[in-house]
Nanobody, 114 residues
Framework: QVQLVESGGGLVQPGGSLRLTCAASGTVSSPYIMDWYRQPPGKQREFVAQISSLGASTDYADSVKGRFTISRDNSKNTVYLQMNSLKPEDTAIYYC???????WGQGTQVTVSS
């Protein structure tokens, strides 16, 4: 059974950068399509980015396009989200998940504030 653990969040000033990591543990028989989501305070969870199983294609929400980059290392069962030019509205708990979805992890908190 695959479990997902997100890490790398923190407090950063506007304009700063963070790199989030999503590590999959357990039995990973083949690479999954992977998504990053986020849940801002008081709002519903929303899609952020997606990467294909071998990393050949990616997709982004309009709100992060040009600032965030999703990547993966299948040898480590890990997916990354590089976040640059962060804005206060990027403040949220960030989660990763597979396609098809499995149980959600704890997420990692990202706070963008001066």
């Amino acid at each position: 059974q695959v479990q997902l653990v997100e890490s790398g969040g923190g407090l950063v000033q506007p304009g700063g950068s963070l790199r989030l990591t999503c590590a999959a543990s357990g039995t990973v028989s083949s690479p999954y399509i992977m998504d990053w989501y986020r849940q801002p305070p008081g709002k519903q969870r929303e899609f952020v980015a997606q990467i294909s199983s071998l990393g050949a294609s990616t997709d982004y929400a309009d709100s992060v396009k040009g600032r965030f980059t999703i990547s993966r290392d299948n040898s480590k069962n890990t997916v990354y989200l590089q976040m640059n030019s962060l804005k206060p509205e990027d403040t949220a708990i960030y989660y990763c998940n597979t396609i098809p979805q499995i149980s959600w992890g704890q997420g990692t908190q990202v706070t963008v504030s001066s």
